[in-house]
């Protein structure tokens, strides 16, 4: 039997998931990978996005800023538990997405970078100025979301770093799933053809700005989870969760792996998640090493990391 | 009524130096379709180098004139260097190539020259002109009249001699430009040296009015940025009303409304007006083809 691309891409990432900690010289690598998983998790909603439907957006961070506060503000003021928080976060951003994509998604390429750049600077102005609410730029803090505790009782004995190790991987693996899905969906087509050219789809009969909109929707859903998965595992947040860095990151992240598949993304995302640590080491070079990579990929490897990779080893083959 | 003047006068001089980012990001996405985020960093560079010049012992005049050359060959290497090897690339590419370049700028500065905040004397003192119970700092004449002279000069730059007609053909169309022998390499030069040139000398202009250090260029680069879009991207004139526009926004809503969402306004009409006219005040209509 010949495994599709989608099973390929669902294997290796759990045989990643699975077998990494294996190789953890200590505790303290199972924090960077259920880091590197909550970012890929908001990376995989920018492959649909940007990937799929080629729509830029350079404010993904303000969903992901709903997302982390809707699990620190709900539980206090709603009396909600932290994982129903996180189901909230995600319909607040849906609909957020939903009312902001209609008008701005009609914006073309530079012109939906900045419209996109303006919902997230807005998003992270609220949370750095209602203080009262938020706490402003010190931050606020995250109740815990108590199922370690509930895994214990079944006599699951989990370290924190371990607990959300494979919580966020297991996550990843849905999220992944349900976008592999998408892609083989009519909706993952009609996202292709418009990607491909908006009047040619829409001459096909492709309702161009809904399947947009759609995209826009669930890549928001992506984003929020991630920010709420993030807020929960270090039970602390700040608006810079929200802030343009964070939405630049996510965009480069699954740029630079290649935004063309999920397993580029998460590969993307685990280089940049990890560059910084490998940095630190370099101290005050960190940002001038971090800058030149990111020009250097993408002028020599102009379809990101993985694509590339994978034609030098079938070059090699062949 | 002293106190709106006071606001506009205040907004005028912000919104100069946002219409000076704009211009400079019109220049080179004319030459190039290239949409360059590391245009604040060419802002900061040239209050930056400025003051280290000043600093140096050189008289300011001098370093000013410096630092705008310096950064100006700043410019062309980043297109020699990044830009040109990445020609064709998708538009997110190209983002995150000058997002790059914008990141490593600013930490190669502050490698050099540290994270304080610096500045050096106004032109022409520090003694504020009185008019209609407003007041108004000599050194925001001086911001605002580089850029008056700056947009005045670019206009008949390129209406009034053969190389800026080379630009603006370039910018129509490149092969056709190539075609009736227009050296399209030279065009992309020519624009970012210029583009980085007038970001330096808007941070020599603003430095002693608003300091600086080697983190101001990325909210600048944001600003220009939106400035550029709000009047429609490609056209001067769009840059320098959009500049101005944005400047007189954010002073009046931190005037009249909360100093805190004064950013908030500016976007919110970006938004506005983006969804009126999608294409920004100034901008062409564009079509596509199949």
């Not at chain 1, 691309?5 to 199972?30: D, Q, W």
């Not at chain 1, 259920?34 to 990937?51: K, P, Q």
């Not at chain 2, 430095?207 to 080697?214: G, K, R, V």
């Amino acid at each position: 039997m010949k495994l599709s691309s989608k099973h390929v891409t669902l294997l290796v990432l759990l045989a990643l998931v699975a077998i990494s900690p294996m190789l953890f010289p200590s505790g303290y690598y199972y924090r960077v990978g259920a880091l590197i998983f909550v970012n890929a998790f908001a990376v995989t909603g920018i492959v649909i996005l940007t990937g799929y439907a080629g729509q830029i957006s350079l404010g993904h961070a303000g969903f992901a800023g709903i997302g982390a506060y809707a699990c620190a503000l709900a539980p206090v003021h709603l009396g909600l538990h932290p994982a129903l928080a996180a189901v909230l976060g995600a319909l607040i951003s849906a609909v957020l997405a939903w009312l902001v994509g209609r008008p701005i998604l009609r914006l073309k390429g530079y012109y939906l970078g900045v419209a996109t750049l303006g919902f997230g600077i807005l998003v992270s102005m609220v949370l750095n100025n209602e203080r009262q609410l938020t706490g402003g730029p010190d931050g606020m803090e995250v109740p815990d979301l108590g199922l370690r505790g509930v895994l214990k009782d079944w006599g699951l004995d989990l370290s924190n770093g371990q607990f959300w190790y494979f919580f966020s991987g297991i996550c990843l693996l849905i999220g992944a799933w349900l976008a592999l899905n998408l892609y083989h969906s009519p909706t993952g087509r009609a996202l292709r053809a418009l990607h491909g050219s908006e009047i040619a789809a829409r001459v096909v009969g492709v309702d161009v700005a809904r399947e947009k909109l759609k995209a826009f929707v669930i890549s928001a859903v992506y984003a929020s989870v991630s920010g709420s998965l993030l807020a929960l595992q270090n039970k602390f947040i700040t608006p810079d969760v929200a802030g343009f860095m964070h939405s630049i990151e996510m965009v480069t992240m699954a740029v630079l792996g290649g935004v063309g598949s999920v397993l580029g993304a998460v590969f993307g995302t685990a280089v940049l998640t990890l560059l910084p640590q490998v940095l630190t080491a370099f101290g005050e070079y960190e940002q001038l090493i971090l800058g030149l990579v990111m020009m250097l990929v993408m002028i020599f490897l102009p379809a990101g990391l993985l694509p590339s990779i994978l034609r030098k080893l079938r070059g090699a083959e062949a | 009524m002293s106190e709106l003047l006071q606001f506009l006068f205040s907004g005028v001089t912000v919104g100069a130096v946002y219409a000076l980012v704009a211009l400079g990001f019109t220049i080179i996405y004319n030459a190039s379709d290239v949409v360059n985020f590391a245009q604040g960093e060419f802002v900061m560079l040239g209050g930056m180098l400025t003051f280290a010049g000043s600093a140096a012992g050189l008289p300011l005049l001098l370093a000013a004139v410096i630092a705008i050359l310096a950064t100006a060959a700043m410019g062309v290497l980043m297109n020699k260097l990044a830009i040109e090897p990445a020609r064709g690339a998708p538009v997110v590419s190209l983002i995150i190539i000058t997002i790059g370049a914008s990141i490593f700028i600013r930490g190669g500065t502050q490698l050099i020259f540290g994270k304080q905040i610096h500045t050096y004397p106004s032109i022409s003192g520090d003694t504020p002109i009185r008019i209609m119970g407003a007041t108004i700092l000599p050194q925001s004449l001086w911001v605002i009249l580089g850029a008056v002279l700056v947009f005045i000069g670019l206009w008949l730059f390129f209406t009034r001699t053969l190389l800026g007609r080379a630009v603006l053909a370039t910018s129509n169309n490149r092969l056709a430009a190539q075609l009736v022998g227009i050296n399209t390499n030279f065009v992309m030069t020519l624009s970012f040296a210029l583009s980085a040139g007038i970001g330096a000398l808007a941070g020599v202009l603003i430095s002693p009015i608003t300091m600086t250090s080697y983190d101001v260029g990325l909210a600048l680069a944001l600003k220009g940025f939106a400035a550029a879009m709000l009047g429609g991207m490609g056209n001067p004139k769009g840059a320098l009303v959009g500049g101005l526009l944005l400047g007189l926004m954010e002073a009046l809503t931190a005037g009249y409304l909360s100093s805190q969402y004064k950013d908030a306004a500016a976007f919110i009409i970006i938004l506005a007006v983006l969804f009126f006219l999608p294409q920004g005040l100034f901008g062409r209509k564009s079509t596509e083809r199949v």
